[in-house]
């Protein structure tokens, strides 16, 4: 009897260690289990985080992509901040796509997230401070650009004023011819000139004026370019008479004269005489225009039968 009590003692013992052991295995394998739960509900949380910090980063390193070429060593910065960056990324990347990752891994993992978050808050900061720049430099550019804008017109409006002031001080040094008059002259073997209106008669053409006074004119040698005009509008022109080309003052063409005749002027009322023989054979009015410096100075016109 009493060998049957104690194998029943010992069966209910053994029993009983073996419950324990269940409880013990049980509890143990829910607390690894409840772990490694938590452990990837925090992996997955992570991961959000990061996704989240990966996609405002990049916007900031977007934006500091259009500073890039304006500052060698802001390039240089934005470089360095842009591998260290990427670097950081790679090591979370390699952490949160395990298979199975440890709670050392996971803190490491937060401990480059926070990183990551610290560098992102300087490059917006960067940016903020570039834009701002920027804009600046943008509003310095605007006030640049009017007041050199204000200034092309200031420099315009001068120099069509000091243009004007020259016109004006050409135009008073030219000389008003006092009564312009053209004739038909005959002259005489003997040398001995009279006037006359038959074209058969008319060996040459006078054209007489005074200058009058003109302070403003300097003294000195004046040039008068004549153009003699036939009846058919034609400018006479012969080369071994001086005949040549000039510029009007107002439009720049080219027009042909006659003839050139300097004059010594001395600021005084001086009387002028000058003759013109070639080309005097079609019956009509013969005009005559004297110019100086490219201005129309006077006119004249005489008609010859």
Do not use: C
Request: proline share 1%; charged share 30%.
């Amino acid at each position: 009897m009493e060998n049957q009590g104690s194998s029943k003692r010992f069966y209910i013992i053994v029993i009983v260690l073996l419950l324990l052991m269940n409880v013990v295995a049980g509890y143990f394998l829910f607390t690894e289990n409840t772990a490694k739960k938590e452990l990837e509900v925090a992996k997955q949380e992570l991961d959000n985080q990061y996704q989240g910090v990966l996609t405002e980063l990049e916007a900031r390193k977007a934006e500091l992509e259009q500073y890039k070429g304006k500052n060698a060593e802001l390039d240089s910065t934005i470089v360095a901040r842009q591998t260290e960056i990427d670097q950081h990324k790679a090591e979370i990347e390699g952490l949160l796509r395990k298979g199975k990752i440890t709670a050392a891994e996971l803190g490491k993992a937060r401990q480059l997230i926070e990183k990551l978050k610290e560098e992102n808050k300087q490059l917006q900061g960067k940016v903020e401070e570039l834009t701002s720049a920027n804009e600046m430099l943008t509003q310095e550019n605007q006030t640049l650009g009017q007041n050199l804008e204000k200034e092309k017109q200031a420099t315009a409006t001068l120099a069509e004023e000091k243009q004007n002031l020259s016109k004006k001080v050409a135009l008073g040094a030219l000389i008003k011819p006092v009564g312009l008059k053209i004739t038909g002259m005959n002259v005489k073997s003997n040398g001995k000139e009279s006037e006359t209106t038959k074209l058969k008669n008319v060996d040459k053409l006078k054209i007489t004026f005074e200058t009058g006074e003109n302070k403003i004119t300097e003294k000195g040698s004046l040039k008068f370019y004549l153009r003699v005009i036939n009846p058919k509008g034609e400018t006479i022109a012969v080369r071994d008479q001086g005949s040549g080309t000039f510029k009007l003052a107002d439009s720049g063409d080219e027009v042909q004269y006659s003839r050139i005749a300097d004059i010594d002027y001395l600021q005084t009322n001086k009387k002028i005489s000058i003759d013109w023989s070639s080309n005097i054979t079609l019956e009509g009015t013969y005009k005559v225009e004297v110019y100086q410096s490219g201005y129309l100075i006077g006119k004249g016109e005489v008609k010859l039968k």
